[in-house]
């Protein structure tokens, strides 16, 4: 089971590689630099704890907030996906991505205390 | 057959208007004026439309968005001046109870600054423990009543804060029905946007909460309630973060207005969770979802109100479970697109089994240890019913959260809640992922508002647009083009068979759709007769429903509550001003710091009007401390008076309407008092005690004994007995509860009469100062020192010598003293 799980898993990985335009590595990438950001401050909450608690929330919804916009953006640029998405061009996805971190990073500023 | 030509649609509206304002002009509603004046508006319209019904419309898109225009306008004008009878019939004043309390904050942040009301700390209610205004309000009202003042000031417009705050309700429906045409027209089309937006203008269910001088979060809450949702049906359909963002917002709006933003946080999961469970899932949904969750999520924790509650308490924990679904629903529809379907079932169990197990026992572990807060009582009792009257006697006691009646379903929406089951199966019928939206929305509010009175107005936007869905339909179909049906003429049998059934069509609204749509079934296509016969009729409904709003708004809605008004045989008004008379005479007559005791309902009018310091109000935070003054108004006077002293009270405030029968004075609240006072101090107080024997409520000489000595019974019939209202009764006799009283000679020792209104509605007592010595009970001393019997100067002689009143003794008689 777990034999068919690993080759399972490294075929994936091989199939990923080749197949996916470099546009997309480089947001995945850029989610697996978030994801790893917002595991760190999950891990320092949890040892040195959650006074102030607002500035922890406002971190941590960051992270998350930035993921989830970043993969939103994935999903809009994706060429396969373009049947979706008829009204929405790459660059209106991109402007939609700048807008909406503009107004997180201002409720997360007001947010951190 | 939902996507119909609206061009034609406008076109056949634009004729049926003008159609309706021969008919229409005889009635005096607004809507029919509107009606009138929309088709006169239209009627150069409707001269080419005429013109261009062999050829085509000449700039169709330009008449059809002139005529949208017109139409919301009107709608906007005909909500704004319906709602304006209680200024019109009285005068520009904040109505009911709560609006104080907003108009208070609201005058307190346009004088100080909004730093300043943010950080508020009211220590002139709720003595001695104060309020935290700040942190237990929702700032989104006063913020915008605030903002207004501001600009208009700015520009040199000298509004005064309490006329901003008047009309409010009024300007905010406008816009609530520009919403609710926008909602309406993602849903369906434009002709039934336009619809819902006249229905919401006018129906009473929304105008309740809304009247000019209502100034209070419904207000603006349903505007940002219908917002809301029509950026996130703009948001489902398009995928992208822009109108996503933009509902955030919105939500934003709604959540520092009112308490009901828990409706809109609980419905798009729910939503989105039943898009789940019907295969409909799609990126879009994904990305519209993740993003209102987790932005609307940050930027609802920014109103100090709510704070940290969105991540503690069960009520948002629905919001945050479908959202991790959704995240890993999402990620195995990637993984099942990249691999084949083996080794995608190798992960899949694997994957998802873990994930819905390690979700669901961190949510069950957080609330066991308490660090999700499970339901609060408020929500709770919206499941089990029985809850609040058993547990929490305040919540049961407001009258609006009371289970509603039938009537008031029929009262509050009239027609529309007949075809709103009728646009409910429309939507069913033709299903895609926004209609699933209406139709939990509907399902949700109609449980809610069966529950609360107060819900009702949950209620009242999805009625109106989901009724203006069903007039859409039966208008598309009997208005519509005769040259597109080019059917054959029916026979003469069937037709006959029409006019048959037509004649049936009166008896009742919604008979009319089954037989229409059997008829429908069995031709193509209908006669002209059956056509303008079932238009009229329909017209003839919307005039109906038009008037009915009217007038409930005219009679039922337009109170301030504040001023009472009765009309003489003769149709003279008699206005009752004895509120603000006693709350001005408490403003100018009594010291700044003075402290008032009354019950909680008159709590926000008395800081408002009379600016004094108070107990408890309406804001009801503190049951202990309710309880204790309830517990000071059941006592006997000597019990009260020990409570008062410990408060500072300097004075007690009630109401009392046995002069003129006004049937919500404090003696029919007497009962809630006793409970709630019975709920904290159960040793001291029981409810069963002011009852008689045989378990009435008695305020005559057979009224319980308790009751006949308690504090509020003094207070309200002290100097009641000597007055005599007409000839046929008795001294003495209360109009309200139709009685003689029992006590008729009350003394008072602790308290004095301060004030009594003119009609006797509001009577302010003041406490005494405790006296300087004990008073000791002993019976007076006696001398005969001054008991000189009279004497005429002329009888005793005066001359020099003679003891005057001397004691003349008979011999043989025993002296007799007298001691008198």
């Known amino acids: 089971m777990s034999n068919s799980v690993i080759s399972v898993i490294s075929r994936f990985l091989e199939e990923y590689s080749t197949s996916t335009p470099t546009k997309l590595k480089m947001v995945d990438a850029y989610l697996l630099y978030i994801l790893l950001t917002g595991a760190l401050q999950f891990l320092y909450c949890l040892l040195v704890g959650t006074f102030p608690f607002n500035s922890f929330l406002s971190g941590f919804i960051s992270c998350v907030g930035s993921f989830i916009l970043a993969v939103c953006l994935r999903i809009q640029i994706n060429p396969q996906n373009k049947g979706d998405f008829l009204s929405i061009s790459p660059e209106r996805a991109f402007a939609d991505f700048l807008f909406a971190h503009t107004v997180l990073h201002l409720v997360v500023m007001n947010f951190i205390g | ?820």
């Open chain 2, 1 to 820: 057959m939902a996507e119909p030509v609206t061009v034609s649609d406008n076109k056949h509206k634009s004729q049926v208007n003008s159609g309706a304002s021969y008919s229409g002009n005889g009635r005096s509603s607004a809507a029919a004026a509107e009606r009138s004046s929309g088709g006169s508006g239209s009627s150069s319209g409707a001269g080419a439309a005429g013109g261009g019904l062999s050829g085509g419309l000449t700039q169709p898109a330009g008449w059809q968005s002139l005529l949208s225009f017109t139409i919301l306008f009107l709608a906007w004008l005909a909500g704004f001046s319906s709602r304006l009878f209680a200024v019109i019939r009285f005068e520009s004043i904040i109505h009911e109870f709560d609006p104080w309390f907003n108009y208070r904050s609201t005058h307190y942040l346009s004088s100080n600054g909004f730093y300043e009301f943010l950080n508020w700390f009211d220590e002139r209610a709720w003595y001695p423990l104060g309020r935290i205004v700040g942190g237990t309000v929702y700032p989104g009202l006063m913020v915008t009543a605030g903002l207004i003042h501001y600009v208009l000031n700015l520009l040199h417009i000298t509004v005064h804060i309490r006329d901003v705050c008047v009309f409010l309700a009024p300007v905010f429906s406008g816009l609530t029905s520009i919403s609710t045409f926008l909602l309406t027209r993602e849903l369906w089309n434009q002709g039934a946007g336009l619809l819902a937006a006249c229905f919401i203008a006018i129906v009473p269910g929304y105008i309740s909460r809304s009247v000019a001088g209502s100034f209070d979060n419904e207000g603006i809450a349903i505007f940002a309630l219908q917002f809301t949702f029509y950026l996130w049906v703009k948001s489902v359909k398009s995928g992208s973060v822009f109108w996503a963002i933009g509902c955030c917002l919105s939500y934003f709006y709604m959540v520092s207005a009112w308490g009901g933003y828990v409706f809109i946080i609980n419905l798009i999961p729910l939503h989105v969770f039943v898009l789940l469970l019907m295969q409909r899932f799609s990126r879009r949904v994904y990305i519209a979802y993740s993003t209102f969750f987790i932005i609307g999520l940050v930027l609802s924790m920014q109103v100090p109100f709510v704070g940290f509650q969105p991540i503690r308490t069960s009520e948002h924990m629905a919001a945050a479970g479908v959202f991790v679904l959704l995240q890993v629903y999402a990620f195995l529809q990637y993984l099942k697109d990249r691999l084949t379907r083996q080794e995608f079932q190798t992960l899949f169990f694997l994957g998802v089994s873990l994930a819905a197990g390690v979700v669901f026992l961190s949510v069950i572990y957080l609330t066991y240890t308490g660090y999700i807060a499970p339901w609060s009582g408020r929500f709770y009792s919206l499941w089990d019913t029985a809850y609040a009257k058993i547990h929490i006697p305040i919540i049961a006691s407001v009258s609006e959260h009371q289970p509603t009646t039938w009537v008031s379903f029929f009262f509050d929406l009239h027609i529309l809640v007949c075809t709103f089951p009728a646009g409910l199966w429309f939507c069913i019928k033709n299903i895609n992922d926004e209609r699933v939206f209406v139709a939990l929305y509907a399902i949700s509010a109609v449980y809610f508002a069966g529950v609360m009175v107060r819900l009702m107005l949950t209620l009242t936007p999805v009625v109106c647009m989901l009724s203006a869905v069903a007039f859409s339909c039966v208008f598309e179909h009997y208005l519509g083009d005769d040259m597109k049906r080019q059917s054959p003429p029916a026979e003469d049998s069937s037709d006959e068979d029409d006019r048959k059934n037509a004649g049936n069509l009166y008896d009742k609204a919604g008979k009319v759709r089954k037989h229409v749509s059997e008829q429908e079934k069995a031709e193509e296509g209908l006669g002209p007769n059956v056509k303008s016969i079932v238009t009229m009729l329909m017209l003839m409904l919307l005039m109906m429903f038009a008037v009915h709003c009217t007038w409930v708004t005219s009679n039922a809605y337009s109170s301030p509550s504040v001023v009472l008004a009765s009309y003489n045989h003769d149709g003279s008004r008699n206005i009752l001003d004895d509120f603000r008379e006693a709350y001005y005479w408490l403003r100018q007559n009594t010291e700044e710091h003075a402290r008032v005791m009354s019950w909680w309902d008159y709590g926000y009018q008395i800081a408002g009007m009379a600016n004094r310091t108070t107990l408890v109000d309406n804001n009801t935070w503190n049951n202990s401390h309710i309880a204790l003054v309830g517990k000071a108004m059941s006592s006997n006077e000597t019990a009260a008076y020990d409570i008062m002293r410990s408060l500072d009270v300097d004075y007690v405030l009630i109401i009392f309407g046995g002069v003129i029968g006004y049937s919500g004075d404090d003696i029919n609240k007497f009962l809630w008092m006793v409970r709630i006072a019975e709920g904290e101090h159960p040793r001291d107080i029981r409810e069963s005690d002011y009852f008689t024997p045989q378990g009435e409520f008695r305020v005559d000489k057979a009224g319980s004994p308790t009751l006949l000595n308690c504090l509020m019974y003094k207070m309200s019939y002290y100097r009641f007995g000597e007055m005599q209202l007409d000839f046929r009764t008795p001294p003495g006799f209360d109009r309200t509860r139709n009685a003689e009283i029992g006590n008729k000679d009350i003394k008072l020792k602790h308290l004095e009469e301060a004030f009594t209104s003119e009609h006797w509605l509001v009577r302010i007592y003041k406490v005494k100062k405790q006296e300087n010595r004990d008073r000791v009970e002993h019976k007076l001393r006696s001398s005969n020192a001054n008991k000189q019997k009279y004497t005429s100067k002329k009888t005793s002689k005066r001359k020099r010598g003679y003891i005057r009143n001397k004691l003349s003794l008979k011999k043989g008689k025993k002296l007799q003293k007298k001691f008198l």
